[in-house]
């Protein structure tokens, strides 16, 4: 079976469509887990305070060497912390891909992802009408392509982002579960 023109654009379009709506998901379920990683965060940031709080007799009670330990891990987990919250923000911070705007902008009549100079004009509707009325079939394949193209790599650049930001995590919780072990085995051995 072979695939008429027409039907063959319109399967083109349809393929590309489905390719922008599968990155747009990705991108709203990345946004998704950079926020339940935040929440993380505050939890455990929350209980870490609230557990060092409680240390006073065990920290005066514990060896010098449980002591530096602990100052250790707990200064190793607040950097982790403050690295994993920057890069975890900054994924989910607004962003616009002008790189790739700039090397497909000649490619397609930015009807998606209009250049900041188009948006500068005293009357911008009128023009970025036009462009819409003057689309052709081509065109739409070419709109719906560098609209793939500049969503792909938002979700690429906020992957990223997020991926240190969770490796950070991880770093902490580890950190923080290691000095409460040590903790609670200095608290053990003073009961």
């Known amino acids: 079976m072979t695939l008429s023109d027409d039907n063959l654009d319109?399967?083109?379009r349809e393929l590309l469509?489905?390719?922008?709506a599968d990155i747009k998901?990705?991108?709203h379920a990345n946004d998704q887990k950079v926020s339940a990683a935040l929440v993380v965060h505050g939890l455990l940031f929350a209980g870490t305070v609230t557990v060092v709080t409680k240390l006073g007799p065990a920290?005066?009670?514990?060896?010098?060497?449980?002591?530096?330990?602990a100052i250790v891990l707990l200064a190793i987990s607040l950097l982790a912390f403050i690295v994993s919250v920057a890069y975890l923000l900054w994924a989910m911070s607004p962003y616009r891909p002008t790189g790739v705007e700039e090397k497909v902008r000649d490619k397609y009549k930015r009807v998606f992802f209009p250049l900041r100079s188009d948006l500068k004009l005293a009357a911008p509707f009128e023009p970025w009408r036009e462009r819409i009325t003057e689309l052709q079939p081509k065109d739409i394949l070419d709109e719906l392509t560098a609209e793939a193209l500049k969503l792909a790599?938002?979700?690429h650049t906020e992957s990223t982002r997020a991926s240190i930001g969770y490796r950070w995590l991880a770093g902490e919780v580890i950190t923080v579960a290691t000095f409460?072990?040590?903790a609670a085995g200095v608290a053990i051995s003073q009961a």
């Open 153 to 155: 790599d938002v979700l």
């Open 180 to 182: 409460l072990a040590l």
């Open 25 to 27: 998901g990705s991108v």
């Open 59 to 69: 920290y005066h009670a514990a060896s010098s060497c449980q002591r530096t330990s």
């Open 17 to 20: 469509l489905a390719a922008v």
């Open 10 to 12: 319109a399967a083109k």
